[in-house]
């Protein structure tokens, strides 16, 4: 039937192709046949239940530092699969094309998207792409969405989180690290990135590089990232977007 669909939208497109809503609808029917879709459901970090969206890591990280770059997890481990960085790299393009906040919208409404982690890897790599999550944020508040980003150290796009963070459907973390340092905006959070023994700053998360996780626990060490809650996914803590 969706191959139908496509057949006669085809047959249009000499017509109709400068329609926005034609072009739309052409991508998303060959979407849904593909059967590629933007989002993905869960994996071992994040449990079975919450939806994620991930990007490149590095190349859309507008406020990276030597700090984060060189203990990235997405630069490691499975992310170096093939199959993986074609599909990140896919979605990289997919998030630059006119019709990406309508698709966004449209796909968290009919998996019926409960909890979204926006980035499990990469950032908002510019002002543009960090007002369309703005505006998917508004078009669907019943959603929880939570991310962690450096790019509040970017001034074109900092403003636009600030907003984000003050959706009541939000949580939003500012990643911190040695290299750089902030002071929380109003309805946001500090996740602080410890690559080594030490003092610890005034943050309200420590995430941890593996070397450490089998020391001492604080309770604000993420608690995947202890020896007693090892393993343990953010499904069931819940504390990253409570």
């Not at 991930?54 to 190349?59: E, G, H, K, N, Q």
């Not at 796909?107 to 792409?129: M, P």
Request: charged share 20%; glycine share 4%.
């Amino acid at each position: 039937m969706l191959g139908t669909y496509l057949y006669i939208l085809l047959r249009l497109s000499p017509f109709c192709a400068f329609l926005p809503e034609f072009r739309f609808l052409s991508r998303l029917l060959w979407e849904l046949i593909m059967e590629r879709q933007l989002l993905q459901l869960g994996n071992s970090k994040l449990g079975t239940a919450i939806h994620h969206w991930a990007l490149p890591p590095i190349v859309t990280c507008p406020g990276k530092t030597d700090v984060c770059q060189a203990n990235c997890y997405a630069t490691k481990g499975r992310y170096n699969f093939a199959k993986v960085r074609e599909k990140l790299e896919w979605n990289y393009q997919q998030a630059q094309t006119y019709d990406f906040v309508a698709r966004m919208v449209y796909e968290i409404q009919s998996q019926g998207v409960l909890v979204l982690r926006v980035h499990s890897s990469g950032d908002f790599f510019s002002r543009g792409y960090a007002y369309q999550w703005l505006t998917i944020m508004k078009r669907c508040p019943k959603v929880r969405y939570y991310f962690y980003t450096r790019s509040w150290r970017d001034r074109m796009i900092e403003p636009v989180l600030r907003e984000m963070a003050a959706l009541k459907c939000c949580k939003a973390w500012y990643s911190v690290d040695d290299d750089a340092t902030v002071t929380a905006p109003k309805n946001v959070r500090l996740a602080y990135l410890q690559t080594k023994p030490g003092n610890i700053p005034a943050v309200d998360l420590v995430l941890r590089v593996r070397k450490l996780r089998n020391t001492y626990a604080l309770p604000i060490v993420c608690m995947s990232e202890t020896p007693s809650g090892k393993g343990t996914p953010c499904g069931a803590c819940r504390r990253c977007f409570s």
